[in-house]
T-cell receptor, first 116, second 115 residues
Framework: GAVVSQHPSRVICKSGTSVKIECRSL??????MFWYRQFPKQSLMLMAT?????????EQGVEKDKFLINHASLTLSTLTVTSAHPEDSSFYIC????????????FGEGSRLTVL | DQQVKQNSPSLSVQEGRISILNCDYT??????FLWYKKYPAEGPTFLIS?????DKNEDGRFTVFLNKSAKHLSLHIVPSQPGDSAVYFC??????????????FGTGTRLQVTL
């Protein structure tokens, strides 16, 4: 089946640095990529939706200047957490697809970010 | 405001028995529901879905029931197997018209199937 590869799976960084998370669709063209964040014992919360070649649409309360999303190609979308702070420590996960039914979109493996 | 709720954070079931995972929602605009299964260090994988025009959908050992009046759905796994041990997420969306769409997730239920 279709696979979305997400890297890195774990990252630890110092406060104030920026971290880039990549999601690649390996055998399909992901026209749409959703980015989620999950805090411990909470549900996956949608941060933003990106479509290839256009600006991402951010959910209410998500700072677009802090969480930079780039979807420059049909196989790669990136999320950059800029000037990370300890409160940004979370599990970030992407979900991509070609616009089919919701069950036909595929999650990446997730990235656990820890900001010291 | 948690629009999709899974009130049981964990569930333990003996192998061979039925596992019942529950999910409640508050948004009456939701009309398509999905269950995902997640193993540690992996992304969630799609398991089964149901449209609001149905009240039951079955796929092998997995059956999802939808009670629209109660805004409740449940996932039944029978017979349960040790490999079913995972975290199960309920998710909902307001349209299933064939376009990639936003999902609202529950907090998950950790299922442990014991020998």
């Amino acid at each position: 089946g279709a696979v979305v590869s997400q890297h890195p799976s774990r990252v630890i960084c110092k406060s104030g640095t920026s971290v880039k998370i990549e999601c690649r669709s390996l055998d399909f063209q992901a026209t749409t990529m959703f980015w989620y964040r999950q805090f411990p014992k909470q549900s996956l919360m949608l941060m933003a939706t990106s479509n290839e070649g256009s600006k991402a649409t951010y959910e209410q309360g998500v700072e677009k200047d802090k969480f930079l999303i780039n979807h420059a190609s049909l196989t790669l979308s990136t999320l950059t957490v800029t000037s990370a702070h300890p409160e940004d420590s979370s599990f970030y996960i992407c979900r991509g697809g070609t616009g089919g039914l919701a069950g036909e979109l595929f999650f990446g493996e997730g990235s656990r970010l820890t900001v010291l | 405001d948690q629009q999709v709720k899974q009130n049981s954070p964990s569930l333990s079931v003996q192998e061979g028995r039925i596992s019942i995972l529950n999910c409640d929602y508050t948004n009456s605009m939701f009309d398509y529901f999905l269950w995902y299964k997640k193993y540690p260090a992996e992304g969630p994988t799609f398991l089964i879905s149901i449209s609001s025009i149905k009240d039951k959908n079955e796929d092998g050992r997995f059956t999802v029931f939808l009670n629209k009046s109660a805004k409740h759905l449940s996932l039944h796994i029978v017979p349960s197997q040790p490999g079913d041990s995972a975290v199960y997420f309920c998710a909902a969306q307001s349209s299933n018209t064939g376009t990639a769409s936003k999902l609202t997730f529950g907090t998950g239920t950790r299922l442990q199937v014991t020998l």
